[in-house]
Structures are given as C-alpha cells and as structure tokens.
C-alpha cells in the first residue's frame, strides 16, 4: 500500500520559513517524479514544484526562488524548503507521486500524479 505522508507545516509570521517533508512507503520511490501542490480555501489546487526520478530536475511555480524542492532516494524523503513566507502562502501542501515518463511536458499537472499524501496545513500570518 502506498503512504506518502507529509509533515511539517504550522503557523508561522510573514518572513518565515518552512521545511515541509513527504515521507513515501509502499513503493519504489527513486522511480517515481515527485510533486508538491497547494490548495488554499476556496481554491483549485495548484503546482508548487516537481521533482524528477533520481532528482534530475526540478520545476517551480514561483519565480522568486522562494522555494527549493529535492528529495533523498535513500530514506524515501521529499523535501520542500519555503521562505521568505507571505500569507498568500497559506494552504494546505500536499506531496504527489508520477510515472517518470512525461514528467517533463506534465509536471504542473494534477493528473499526472497517481498517488496523493493527505497534506499538512501552512498557515503563515501578517
């Protein structure tokens, strides 16, 4: 059975940062792409960043470089390290495992990911 479990979020102030894990079971996760999505109340889901299998590449949402996604294939661990934190980061994160073909033109997509986490809530305040 597959788990992918994520941890770390909280409250935390504007200008803070988050290092929120996923921690996978039940699969071989060195083969699989890695994603991490957000979904803030009363919001679709969106893409936060993708990580290729053996962390070939890595895609992001954000243009500031306010986050950094990689992930340890030896303890099974996604990582996504958030800063410089604004309330319009609040949501809840979730992690997702791909195929690792088509990870490259489908990343972004929520469809493209067969396995979903249960997320943990990021809520940053002003």
């Known amino acids: 059975q597959v788990q992918l479990v994520e941890s770390g979020g909280g409250l935390v102030q504007a200008g803070d940062s988050l290092r929120l894990t996923c921690t996978a079971s039940g699969l071989k996760f060195r083969d699989y792409s890695m994603g991490w999505f957000r979904q803030a109340p009363g919001k679709e889901r969106e893409f936060v960043a993708g990580?290729?299998?053996?962390?070939?590449?890595t895609y992001y949402a954000d243009g500031k470089g306010r986050f950094l996604a990689f992930r340890d294939d030896v303890d099974n661990i996604l990582h996504l390290q958030s800063n410089i934190l604004t309330p319009e980061d609040t949501a809840i994160y979730y992690c997702?495992?791909?195929?690792?073909?088509?990870?490259?033109?489908?990343?972004?997509?929520?469809?493209?990911?067969?396995?979903w986490g249960q997320g943990t809530q990021v809520t940053v305040s002003s």
């Open positions: 990580v290729s299998w053996a962390g070939l590449r």
């Open positions: 997702a495992a791909g195929p690792r073909s088509r990870f490259d033109s489908q990343y972004a997509s929520k469809e493209f990911y067969t396995f």
